[in-house]
Protein backbone atom coordinates (compact mmCIF):
# COMPACT_ATOMS: atom_id res chain seq x y z
CA UNK A 1 0.00 0.00 0.00
CA UNK A 2 2.97 1.94 0.28
CA UNK A 3 3.01 5.49 -1.93
CA UNK A 4 -0.98 4.79 -2.79
CA UNK A 5 -2.84 7.60 -2.08
CA UNK A 6 -6.39 6.08 -0.94
CA UNK A 7 -7.92 9.15 -0.34
CA UNK A 8 -9.27 9.31 -3.80
CA UNK A 9 -12.17 7.50 -3.58
CA UNK A 10 -11.87 6.51 -7.75
CA UNK A 11 -8.36 4.88 -6.34
CA UNK A 12 -10.62 2.99 -3.89
CA UNK A 13 -13.45 1.77 -6.24
CA UNK A 14 -10.87 0.81 -9.11
CA UNK A 15 -9.13 -1.53 -6.11
CA UNK A 16 -11.92 -2.40 -4.76
CA UNK A 17 -10.91 -1.75 -1.30
CA UNK A 18 -14.17 -1.19 0.99
CA UNK A 19 -14.35 1.98 3.48
CA UNK A 20 -15.93 3.11 6.37
CA UNK A 21 -16.30 7.16 6.48
CA UNK A 22 -17.48 9.02 9.38
CA UNK A 23 -17.75 13.07 9.39
CA UNK A 24 -18.24 14.71 12.96
CA UNK A 25 -17.96 18.42 13.48
CA UNK A 26 -16.36 19.01 9.92
CA UNK A 27 -13.68 16.83 10.38
CA UNK A 28 -14.28 13.22 8.12
CA UNK A 29 -12.72 10.40 9.07
CA UNK A 30 -12.36 7.18 6.18
CA UNK A 31 -10.15 3.74 6.82
CA UNK A 32 -9.37 1.28 4.71
CA UNK A 33 -8.51 -1.91 6.02
CA UNK A 34 -6.98 -4.94 4.33
CA UNK A 35 -6.13 -8.15 5.64
CA UNK A 36 -2.22 -9.08 4.93
CA UNK A 37 -2.07 -12.47 3.58
CA UNK A 38 1.69 -12.53 3.64
CA UNK A 39 2.16 -12.00 7.19
CA UNK A 40 -0.43 -14.46 8.62
CA UNK A 41 -0.15 -17.20 9.74
CA UNK A 42 -3.60 -19.17 10.05
CA UNK A 43 -2.60 -22.32 11.30
CA UNK A 44 -0.96 -20.42 14.14
CA UNK A 45 -4.17 -17.92 14.97
CA UNK A 46 -2.32 -15.33 13.89
CA UNK A 47 -3.94 -13.14 11.67
CA UNK A 48 -2.84 -9.60 10.86
CA UNK A 49 -4.58 -6.32 8.90
CA UNK A 50 -3.41 -3.08 7.83
CA UNK A 51 -5.63 -0.03 7.93
CA UNK A 52 -5.35 2.86 5.95
CA UNK A 53 -6.62 6.24 7.76
CA UNK A 54 -7.49 9.37 6.09
CA UNK A 55 -8.38 12.55 8.07
CA UNK A 56 -9.87 15.50 6.38
CA UNK A 57 -10.33 18.96 7.60
CA UNK A 58 -13.53 20.19 6.08
CA UNK A 59 -14.16 22.45 8.94
CA UNK A 60 -13.22 26.61 9.41
CA UNK A 61 -10.05 25.53 12.15
CA UNK A 62 -6.94 24.27 11.99
CA UNK A 63 -6.85 21.01 14.12
CA UNK A 64 -4.50 19.02 15.61
CA UNK A 65 -4.64 15.26 16.68
CA UNK A 66 -3.65 14.91 19.81
CA UNK A 67 -4.58 11.78 21.06
CA UNK A 68 -6.04 8.06 19.87
CA UNK A 69 -8.35 5.55 21.20
CA UNK A 70 -8.86 2.00 19.85
CA UNK A 71 -11.01 -0.57 20.95
CA UNK A 72 -10.57 -3.38 19.00
CA UNK A 73 -12.57 -6.82 19.49
CA UNK A 74 -11.63 -10.26 17.93
CA UNK A 75 -14.47 -13.14 16.77
CA UNK A 76 -14.85 -14.04 20.50
CA UNK A 77 -15.84 -11.10 22.08
CA UNK A 78 -12.54 -10.84 23.66
CA UNK A 79 -11.49 -6.70 23.43
CA UNK A 80 -8.35 -4.63 23.58
CA UNK A 81 -8.07 -1.46 24.46
CA UNK A 82 -5.07 0.76 23.04
CA UNK A 83 -4.84 4.48 24.03
CA UNK A 84 -1.94 6.93 22.97
CA UNK A 85 -0.48 10.29 22.32
CA UNK A 86 -0.76 10.71 18.26
CA UNK A 87 -0.73 8.19 15.44
CA UNK A 88 2.07 6.97 13.97
CA UNK A 89 4.47 8.54 16.27
CA UNK A 90 2.86 12.30 14.97
CA UNK A 91 0.32 14.76 16.36
CA UNK A 92 -0.27 16.22 12.60
CA UNK A 93 -1.78 19.82 12.32
CA UNK A 94 -4.51 19.72 10.16
CA UNK A 95 -5.31 23.21 8.02
CA UNK A 96 -8.79 23.53 6.99
CA UNK A 97 -9.20 21.81 3.50
CA UNK A 98 -6.19 19.63 4.25
CA UNK A 99 -5.99 15.69 4.64
CA UNK A 100 -3.68 13.65 6.91
CA UNK A 101 -2.93 9.94 5.78
CA UNK A 102 -1.23 7.32 7.65
CA UNK A 103 -1.28 3.39 7.78
CA UNK A 104 -1.30 1.07 11.00
CA UNK A 105 -1.89 -2.19 11.50
CA UNK A 106 -3.18 -4.93 14.03
CA UNK A 107 -3.22 -8.16 14.83
CA UNK A 108 -5.82 -10.80 16.04
CA UNK A 109 -5.99 -14.19 17.22
CA UNK A 110 -9.41 -15.02 15.20
CA UNK A 111 -9.86 -14.50 11.23
CA UNK A 112 -11.88 -11.67 12.05
CA UNK A 113 -12.91 -8.59 14.52
CA UNK A 114 -13.64 -5.49 14.81
CA UNK A 115 -12.47 -2.20 15.52
CA UNK A 116 -13.24 1.40 16.74
CA UNK A 117 -11.83 4.33 18.51
CA UNK A 118 -11.89 7.89 18.83
CA UNK A 119 -9.15 10.79 17.98
CA UNK A 120 -8.53 13.75 20.82
CA UNK A 121 -8.29 16.95 18.18
CA UNK A 122 -7.36 19.94 19.51
CA UNK A 123 -8.89 23.29 17.73
CA UNK A 124 -7.02 26.55 17.20
CA UNK A 125 -9.58 27.68 20.25
CA UNK A 126 -7.54 25.32 22.45
CA UNK A 127 -10.79 23.83 22.80
CA UNK A 128 -10.33 19.44 22.59
CA UNK A 129 -12.82 18.30 20.56
CA UNK A 130 -13.81 14.30 20.11
CA UNK A 131 -14.07 12.30 17.05
CA UNK A 132 -14.93 9.37 16.53
CA UNK A 133 -13.88 6.82 13.89
CA UNK A 134 -16.45 4.69 12.08
CA UNK A 135 -16.00 0.75 13.32
CA UNK A 136 -14.65 -1.44 10.66
CA UNK A 137 -14.70 -4.75 9.82
CA UNK A 138 -11.40 -7.02 10.07
CA UNK A 139 -12.51 -10.14 7.90
CA UNK A 140 -10.19 -13.06 6.55
CA UNK A 141 -10.94 -13.88 3.05
CA UNK A 142 -9.89 -17.42 4.28
CA UNK A 143 -13.07 -17.91 7.13
CA UNK A 144 -15.84 -19.29 6.34
CA UNK A 145 -18.87 -16.57 6.88
CA UNK A 146 -22.23 -17.78 8.02
CA UNK A 147 -25.06 -14.88 7.28
CA UNK A 148 -27.75 -15.40 9.93
Same mark, same amino acid.
Given at each position: ??????? $??????????? %?? %???TNGINITVYPSYLDEQSSPANNHFLWAYHVCIENKGRQTIQ?? $?RHWRVIDSLGRTQDIHGGGVVGEQPIIDPGDTFEYTSGTPLVTPSGVMVGSYHMELETGEILIVPVPTFSLDSPHQNIVLN
Open positions: MKGVRFC $SKDLCELAQVP %SY %SKTLR $S
